[in-house]
């Protein structure tokens, strides 16, 4: 494998951007955030972004109650990291009440539920594309849905409570909840994970969305890294991470980046995705679950991409403003790009990260 320099002042100022933004605990993209705040702190040598990220997670856990509709999107796996970095009974003792409240929610299959109303994510979509009069119908009462962005957050959460309490059953509700979405989500057509399932008509919706897949992917490595190896169902994590980072490949453009809905250059140009997926690969190729001869150009390109995306200020740009969701694909299409968000500046760290591991 090639050798990639790393830029070390580009590391600082992607980190003092990603740190700069107004976290308020809890909302989607603090957990790769704060896992890309972690992994800056390493790569420079410096205690900073950890100390930032505990007195975060510290002033959470002293008013966590009562739980909110998005604890879900809690950076619980980051949490269990600081943990077992600084031994913090308070915060271990917040963490352990947040995993039991995010397992005891109502589920659909293994699954928990994201949302029993929609509304707080569907909208009507951007760039004006109608919804026929069946949609506009749905649109006033969608009902219960679960969203693929989640298997970044509960089972990786969970997997890794698997380590700090051994008798709690984490590891089995990590492996369940991950190979959980397959049934709601997984499309036999494009290969890859759909963006939501209503309960009401039992349908996935939405092809294709390369963040999308980023969320999904990352997920199923972080459980089949904190489940141990030996349990049930890992094999199955396993398989299910290399078949979806294999049909990514087929979708990877030329330059190393993917169109915002992979499967669909209508879609255009976004960034995120490159990163997500240099960090899912780099990590898969260094855990041996991804092979090295057929992952590691890919890998590079992504990150040669990501690299490409940054400015001199280490924003990364086009990346699309926080997606929400529409019953049509045409919204997607049409999200606000060139957004300063942790789903943006987190993945390159992460990518930064890897990378690095992935060469020792």
Avoid at 190 to 217: F, P
Avoid at 220 to 228: E, I, R
Avoid at 285 to 307: Q, S, T
Avoid at 316 to 326: D, N, R, T, Y
């Amino acid at each position: 494998m090639s050798k990639l320099k790393i830029d070390v002042g580009l590391v600082a100022d992607v980190a003092e951007r990603l740190g700069a933004h107004p976290f308020k605990g809890w909302f989607y993209g603090d957990s790769i955030g704060f896992e890309g705040l972690i992994a800056a702190a390493k790569i420079l040598d410096d205690p900073k972004w950890v100390n930032f990220s505990h007195g975060f997670f510290r002033a959470w856990a002293t008013r966590m109650t009562p739980f909110q509709p998005d604890d879900n999107t809690a950076p619980g796996h980051v949490m269990c990291d600081i943990v077992e970095q600084t031994g913090d009974v308070i915060l271990r003792d917040a963490v352990l009440e947040l995993g039991r409240h995010l397992r005891s929610r109502r589920k659909h299959g293994q699954v928990s539920i994201t949302f029993e109303d929609t509304l707080r994510s569907l909208r009507q979509p951007y760039g004006g594309a109608g919804l026929s009069d069946f949609e506009q119908k749905q649109m006033e009462n969608p009902g219960a849905g679960i969203w693929l962005d989640c298997m970044h957050f509960d089972a990786p959460f969970f997997a890794h409570l698997s380590r700090i309490d051994p008798e709690g059953g984490w590891a089995r509700a990590a492996i369940d909840e991950i190979l959980g979405y397959k049934p709601l989500l997984f499309s036999a057509e494009t290969g890859l994970y759909r963006h939501y399932w209503l309960e009401d008509v039992n349908k996935s919706y939405i092809d294709g969305w390369g963040r999308g897949q980023g969320w999904a992917l990352l997920g199923l490595l972080d459980v089949a890294h904190y489940v141990p190896a030996t349990f049930a169902g890992v094999e199955a994590v396993k398989a299910e991470a290399l078949a979806l980072a294999r049909r990514m490949l087929d979708y990877q453009l030329n330059d190393g980046n993917w169109h915002c809905m992979v499967h669909e250059p209508r879609s255009g140009p976004e960034s995120s995705t490159a990163a997500f997926m240099a960090t899912a690969f780099f990590r898969g190729i260094k855990m041996g679950l991804l092979p090295e001869a057929e992952f590691v150009e890919p890998a590079a390109r992504a990150y040669e991409a990501m690299v490409a995306n940054l400015d001199s200020k280490g924003n990364l740009l086009g990346v699309s403003a926080a997606v929400m969701s529409a019953l049509v694909e045409e919204h997607y299409w049409h999200v606000p790009l060139n957004r300063i968000v942790p789903w943006g500046q987190g993945p390159v760290l992460t990518a930064i990260a890897a990378q690095a591991s992935a060469q020792t």
